[in-house]
Each structure stands twice: as structure tokens, then as C-alpha cells.
């Protein structure tokens, strides 16, 4: 079973920038993904960034140029950036992490909030 416990977030004005972590109770090596997914109110849980093990990155179509995902393998933690913020950025985030092909496991969850 892999923990995944998440900081970072809060309420920023429109066009400021947040820092979200993970930090994983397994090694990042290990997982075949690592990264964040978000769910506003009323919408589905969409993909926002994600890392591999072999260190390729995707990101969400509405996050690019604006967004950074990054590890750091000696404290199993990923990092997401947030720069540019927009209201329709308004979700709470979850820390997600694949270990095998059928094991997915979520953080408890943490808000962020844009202001306009």
C-alpha cells in the first residue's frame, strides 16, 4: 500500500502562483506514475500533471505553459508549480499514484482557490 500525503494550496488572487507536494511512504521508482488530478464542483476528476517513472511527463491540455510538475527521488515527493492562475483553476487536487497496473491510490485531497 502506498501513502500519499499532500501540503501546498489555499486561496490566491487571479494570476498568482501556489506550490502543491506529495510525498510518497513508497519510492518513486517503484510507482508507474506519480502526479496530481483535479475535481472542481460538479465536474469530472481530470488529469492536471503526472510523472513516470522513467521521468516522461504529460500534462492536462488546460495547465500547459503555466503549470510544472517535478520530482525529487531522495524524498520520494513530487512537486506541482502553479503559476498563472485562473479562476477556472478552482478544484480541490489529489495526489495520485499507480503502483503495478491495477493499484491507483489518492491523497485525502487538498483545495485550491482562485479568486477573481
Known amino acids: 500500500q502506498v501513502q500519499l500525503v499532500e501540503s501546498g494550496g489555499g486561496l490566491v488572487q487571479a494570476g498568482g502562483s501556489l506550490r502543491l507536494s506529495c510525498r510518497a511512504s513508497a519510492s518513486i521508482f517503484s510507482l508507474n506514475y506519480i502526479g496530481w488530478y483535479r475535481q472542481a464542483p460538479g465536474k469530472q476528476r481530470e488529469l492536471v500533471a503526472r510523472?513516470?517513472?522513467?521521468?516522461?511527463?504529460n500534462y492536462g491540455d488546460s495547465v500547459k505553459g503555466r503549470f510544472t510538475i517535478s520530482r525529487d527521488n531522495a524524498k520520494n515527493t513530487v512537486s506541482l508549480q502553479m503559476s498563472s492562475l485562473k479562476p477556472e483553476d478552482t478544484a480541490v487536487y489529489y495526489c495520485s499514484a499507480q503502483l503495478g497496473v491495477l493499484l491507483t491510490y489518492w491523497g485525502q485531497g487538498t483545495q485550491v482557490t482562485v479568486s477573481s
Open positions: 510523472i513516470t517513472s522513467g521521468g516522461s511527463i
